[in-house]
């Protein structure tokens, strides 16, 4: 028997059911009758517990707790206890809640090394104890049951397994990567899809990455080192609507763009300073060149850094320019080029992002989160009140809309004809989708939305729009997403 019991306190769960830290969710205080042994917990939400009880009574109305529980069994296994706030927001958005019905049974997925042969699946399998069943549609997925914790197994210390929706997959695999491909991630953190994406380019290529999240892009690099995927990456920290940065493409094998000089100099404060002012102090255009990049800072190196971005703050007041790089690999032709070069602005002419633009962009879009329950769920750590706050204002719903208009247009602005670009969130609404598409697609006449290949065999619905696609989580069993890719025509549509 159960109950559905959601902690009020950010005790450690007891032993007993204590009316004091829990309240049911979706049924009547009188359910709960303290002095219950609990004999086994079962997360859904963050702090919302499925626990069960060993002893049965009757209790106010007659009934006993066991005959009671099973009501709410019967409830709790076809309606997911959402909250009244988000059933609000989902009214506003016309969406129906019975999306969500089944979330809590969803399963987990985990996806594996491209590399990975069948005795490191059977290895895997062991340690995890469980069968990994692999998902016909997207390759290197496999579904486990949704109580596995992946976290504390050797598998995943050790960088074999990567915990990640199978619908972000299919975000990744719209892109459509081929060998050599030069793939800007414009949001990238915590860098789940930049890892596949690293994973697809093998040793080819490169990927530059952008977040406007300090600590979430250094998780993003804690990622790429933990897997050993950061070789041909540069991780920017910079805002994606206006970051213009295009791919080194000379420079991937760490030779086109090296300079004749005895460096790396960018440790050593006196070199930097004396190549970064002239004699009357005036700036002048930086010649610093980068070395290898350390993950470790000496208190030596800690101090130069400090002063480096004292000298860089000047520089972007200068120069307007505004990305901080926060890693690069051996090979991402960063390492011998000179700071200025590498920060090189671009005016985005044309003919520059022809010759070399992007081939791939992913837009995986700041959203409302609202198709993934593992995402909402933290709103009962933080308070129903912020997400109404931040998402039941007007103003509010509208300057997240604008971002992410703001950010498919620069991201299809780095992109060279030819290539493509896709626009993806974990919103099911279609004010975050479907009308932001149409807003770019109205905008951009070069632009036009293609059918993903491989597509007709995932388990999604159409979107609103042609070629665009929707998952949720109760008809594909993943997390919701969007997807659209949009290709970048040579000449304009209407030609
Ligand atoms: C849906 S998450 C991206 C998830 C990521 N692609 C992954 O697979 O792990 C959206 C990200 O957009 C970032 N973001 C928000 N505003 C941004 C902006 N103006 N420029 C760049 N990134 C932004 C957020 O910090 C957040 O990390």
Request: contains cysteine.
């Amino acid at each position: 028997m159960h109950l559905v019991l959601r902690c009020c306190t950010k005790q450690p769960r007891p032993a007993f059911v204590d009316r004091k830290s829990f309240r049911i969710i979706d049924t009547a205080p009188c359910f709960v009758t303290t002095g219950y042994r609990i004999n086994s917990w079962k997360r859904l939400w963050t702090s919302s517990i499925t626990a069960t009880v060993a002893k049965s009574t009757v209790s106010g109305g007659g009934r006993t707790v066991m005959e009671e529980d099973a009501e709410i069994d019967a409830k709790s296994s076809s309606k997911f206890p959402l909250p009244q706030v988000f059933l609000q927001f989902l009214q506003q958005n016309g969406i129906d809640p019975a999306v969500y019905d089944d979330a809590h049974n969803l399963p987990r997925y985990i996806r594996l090394k491209p590399q990975a042969g069948v005795e490191e699946i059977e290895e895997i399998e062991k340690d995890l104890g469980v069968n990994l069943s692999a998902l016909s549609w997207l390759p290197g997925f496999y579904s486990i049951p949704p109580e596995v914790q992946i976290a504390g197994s050797k598998s995943y210390q050790e960088g074999k397994i990567y915990g990640m929706d199978a619908a972000s997959g299919a975000a990744v695999a719209a892109l459509e990567i081929s060998p050599g491909d030069h793939v800007l991630d414009l949001c990238a953190a915590p860098g789940a899809k930049l890892c596949m994406l690293a994973d697809l380019l093998k040793d080819s290529g490169s990927l530059t990455a952008t977040d406007i999240s300090a600590h979430r892009l250094a998780a993003s690099r804690t990622m790429l080192i933990k897997y050993d995927l950061g070789n041909r990456c540069r991780l920017f920290l910079a805002d994606g609507t206006t970051f213009s940065l295009l791919p080194l493409r000379g420079g991937v094998d760490g030779n086109a763009t090296k300079v004749e000089e005895e460096k790396p100099a960018l440790d050593n404060p006196d070199e930097i300073t004396k190549r970064r002012y002239d004699p009357t102090g005036t700036l002048y255009v930086d010649s610093t060149v980068y070395g290898e990049w350390k993950g470790t800072k000496t208190a030596k190196e800690k101090k130069a850094a400090k002063r480096l971005k004292y000298m860089e703050d000047a520089l972007d007041r200068v120069g307007g320019r505004e990305s901080e790089l926060i890693f690069y690999g051996k090979a991402s032709g960063i390492v011998g080029m000179k700071v200025a070069d590498v920060f090189r602005s671009h005016s985005l002419l044309e003919d520059e992002v022809s010759h070399n633009g992007y081939d791939k962009v992913l837009v995986d879009a700041e959203c409302t989160h609202d198709g993934s329950l593992k995402h909402i769920s933290k709103y009962e750590q933080w308070g129903w009140d912020t997400f109404e706050r931040r998402f039941f204002n007007a103003g509010r719903m509208s300057s997240i809309t604008s971002l992410q208009l703001q950010l498919l247009r620069n991201g299809f602005s780095l992109l060279r004809p030819g290539g493509k670009i896709v626009y993806s969130t974990c919103s099911l609404t279609k004010a975050q989708n479907e009308d932001v598409v149409q807003k770019f697609l109205d905008l951009e006449p070069s632009a036009e939305l293609r059918v993903i290949k491989g597509s007709e065999n995932w388990p999604c619905k159409n979107g609103g729009l042609p070629h665009t696609l929707r998952f949720n989580p109760s008809s594909s069993k993943t997390s919701g997403l969007f997807i659209a890719q949009i290709h970048k025509h040579d000449r304009l549509r209407f030609e």
